[in-house]
């Protein structure tokens, strides 16, 4: 199953209809999360949490029967700031930069972003 063979009405009838929809009109085949972690120590504590939040999102796609088509297009971007030492500002600033550099590549590609958004960053610390 992926966005070009599934019908508006399966879409309409969908939980997760306003992101199916989105990506079918813009082209913009990607959804997922921007994680920066900020905090730093026990790294097996890190590894088991990032794991546990995706076992999270795969649970509620596979209750809201979505797991065959939006698990193909999930896209995880985690940052690593150790050696920065961001505070809240940096993040949004470097995410704000991100979100720019996502949307100005798909444009370039033909893509339709006046719908994309990328609004929401996760700051872990």
């Not at 730093?40 to 649970?59: M, P, S, T, V």
């Not at 700031?81 to 470097?94: G, I, Q």
Request: net charge neutral.
């Amino acid at each position: 199953m992926d966005l070009s063979t599934v019908t508006q009405l399966w879409i309409d009838q969908h939980p997760m209809r306003n992101t199916i929809r989105t990506m079918r009109e813009t082209g913009f085949h990607q959804w997922g999360f921007v994680i920066y972690r900020v905090a730093y120590g026990d790294d097996d504590l890190w590894d088991r949490y990032l794991a546990a939040f995706k076992e999270n999102i795969r649970e509620n796609l596979q209750r809201n029967k979505c797991h065959d088509l939006l698990d193909q297009y999930a896209h995880w971007e985690v940052f690593d700031t150790e050696a920065r030492r961001n505070s809240k500002t940096d993040v949004r600033r470097r995410f704000a930069a991100w979100c720019a550099g996502r949307l100005a590549e798909h444009d370039k590609e033909g893509g339709n972003s006046i719908y994309c958004s990328s609004n929401r960053c996760l700051l872990a610390a």
